[in-house]
């Protein structure tokens, strides 16, 4: 299981990468191997402003439907349209070509809250 050192995870298994106020998204590798095979990736929430926790789209696999749920507040400004044909990007790549939203950042303060590699690490292991 890969778990890159420059991102940043919450509990719920997503990533997020920030590259000046613009923050990345998506699932871990840890995620999308609990999921199983992704069939569909629905995010309908571009252009909206959402808080920490709210859901931003739900991820479809042959045994479950799960709700996306936003690791900081802010504002949805892109999807990774490439899911539309090729959820299984999200499989194959979680934390490159799988990405899945492009937030700007609400409150900076909220990265605090997130767990580094190692303390992601530490909650996989527990599973």
Known sequence: MKIPGNLKYTKDHEWISLDGNVATIGITDFAQHELGD???VEVETVGESLERE???GIIEAVKTVSDMLMPVSGEVLDFNEK??????LVNK???DEGWIIKIAVANNSQLDDLLSADQYYQLTESK
């Open 54 to 56: 709210e859901t931003f």
């Open 93 to 95: 790549d979680p934390y």
């Open 38 to 40: 992704i069939v569909f």
């Open 83 to 88: 899911l539309l044909d090729s959820p299984d």
